[in-house]
């Protein structure tokens, strides 16, 4: 099992359509920060068509759902 699995995500990533209040935010997956910090590990269950996708830090509840 590598470190990315073992470790809660410390984010989620979203499909987000629309704009401000009507906005729809989707949960596609999640990312953790990689061991030297230059980039992420990202897990999509889905991948948008509009090509946009928001990432946001988890709150520690959410992380323990998703683990």
């Known amino acids: ?3 990315t699995t073992k470790n809660r ?3 989620r990533l979203y499909s987000v359509t629309g704009e401000g209040k009507s906005a729809r935010w ?3 997956g999640v990312a953790w ?3 030297d910090g230059k980039g992420f ?3 999509l269950n889905a991948l948008p ?3 946009r996708i ?7 509840k959410e ?3 998703a683990a």
């Open 26 to 28: 989707t949960d596609i």
């Open 41 to 43: 590990t990202l897990t």
């Open 9 to 11: 995500p410390a984010f």
């Open 33 to 35: 920060a990689t061991r």
């Open 49 to 51: 068509l509009n090509g």
């Open 54 to 60: 928001v990432m946001r830090e988890t709150a520690d």
């Open 1 to 3: 099992m590598s470190d």
């Open 63 to 65: 992380s323990e759902a």
